[in-house]
Nanobody, 115 residues
């Protein structure tokens, strides 16, 4: 059973920064991709950023230029550096990890950006 442990959420003022971390453990398969989604009340979960094979990345248009995703393959850990945060970034952020056969989700971490 794969477990994803997230950390780094919290409360920050607009314009501030936060860094989220997520470590995967227990996988018997190679992890192909890791990333972050977010959900706000009344909306469906949306992609924030993904990283494939530790190199190629994919970002939501709303966070390009502000957020940076990176991965430490040796530690099976993915990071999301969030700069220039806006109130509209307020959401529960979920980590995900995919192998050839499964997708796993973290429990979510709250990010709140005050104006």
């Amino acid at each position: 059973q794969v477990q994803l442990v997230e950390s780094g959420g919290g409360l920050v003022q607009a314009g501030g920064s936060l860094r989220l971390s997520c470590t995967a453990s227990g996988s018997r398969e190679s992890i192909n991709a890791m990333g972050w989604y977010r959900r706000t009340p009344g909306k469906s979960r949306e992609l924030v950023a993904r990283i494939f094979d530790g190199i190629n990345t994919d970002y939501a248009d709303s966070v390009k230029g502000r957020f940076t995703i990176s991965r430490d393959n040796a530690k099976n850990t993915v990071y999301l550096q969030m700069n220039s945060l806006k109130p509209e970034d307020t959401a529960v952020y979920y980590c995900l990890s995919t192998t050839a056969h499964e997708t796993y989700w973290g429990q979510g971490t709250q990010v709140t950006v005050s104006s």
